[in-house]
């Protein structure tokens, strides 16, 4: 498996987001959020290439906003990038997993046809 440092604008998309829907009780805001964004993907990085350690770095938040399709795919290329070694055991890698479910969730409550689908057969 490789893995690489997803872009700054990948990082603002996803802080974007969390800070929007409220995930993260801990953090203080988008600026927060990202910056242990970044690291956790700073870490798997390092984790995989332990020769090659990345360097962590301040992060400034910018907005960026993506519709939840893309806002899912983006949770999950960033997710796959940082499961290296045990961090998919730490509380963020789990807390954004369970965040990635609240979006599915969501496009699917949106989907067309949606609120025409039985509960119980």
């Known amino acids: 498996m490789s893995c690489y440092i997803v872009s700054l604008r990948t990082i603002d998309a996803l802080s974007t987001a969390i800070a929007r829907d409220g995930w993260d009780k801990t953090a203080k805001g988008q600026q927060e959020i990202g910056q242990l964004l970044w690291n956790l993907n700073v870490d798997a990085y390092n984790e995989r290439y332990s020769g090659e350690n990345a360097p962590y770095m301040p992060y400034t938040a910018h ?5 939840d399709r893309h806002l899912y795919k983006v949770l999950s290329g960033y997710l796959y990038q940082c ?5 998919p055991d730490c509380e963020l890698y789990r807390s954004l997993e369970r965040y990635r479910i609240r979006v ?4 699917m409550c949106q989907s067309p046809g949606w609120d025409d689908l039985a509960r119980d057969l």
């Open 63 to 67: 907005t960026v906003r993506l519709p």
């Open 83 to 87: 499961s290296e070694g045990d961090l």
């Open 104 to 107: 599915v969730d969501r496009i």
